[in-house]
């Protein structure tokens, strides 16, 4: 079992950046591919980027691509998230999430844990 624990949320001005911090507890990190998604108010959770158990592959969100990059420490069993030219439209509440064994993907249904994840709010 693993348990994932968000930071680096807040709110920042359109345009700019914010790293998020996804770190995981367990000895198994490297086990993991690990996702991230978003939630809007009244909108369903989404994609927006997922990476292979040791970060080699990686996958992104049309919405997102060229201004969000993912990546990995497994010795810090962290995983990040860079947010770059940040929209209005991307204020959301953004989740971390573990798959055990997988190679990363874009549904919520195919990963097993999840954080409890931590607010995004980009102003005007």
């Known amino acids: 079992q693993v348990q994932l624990v968000e930071s680096g949320g807040g709110l920042v001005q359109a345009g700019g950046s914010l790293r998020l911090s996804c770190a995981a507890s367990g000895r198994t990190f490297s086990s993991y591919a690990m996702g991230w998604f978003r939630q809007a108010p009244g909108k369903e959770r989404g994609f927006v980027a997922a990476g292979t158990r040791i970060g080699r592959s990686t996958y992104y969100a049309d919405s997102v691509k060229g201004r969000f990059t993912i990546s990995r420490d497994n010795a810090k069993n962290t995983v990040y998230l860079q947010m770059n030219s940040l929209k209005p439209e991307d204020t959301a509440v953004y989740y971390c999430?573990?798959?055990?064994?997988?190679?990363?993907?874009?549904?919520?249904?195919?990963?097993?844990?999840w954080g409890q994840g931590t607010q995004v709010t980009v102003s005007s």
């Open positions: 999430a573990a798959q055990l064994y997988g190679l990363g993907s874009r549904s919520t249904g195919d990963y097993d844990y």
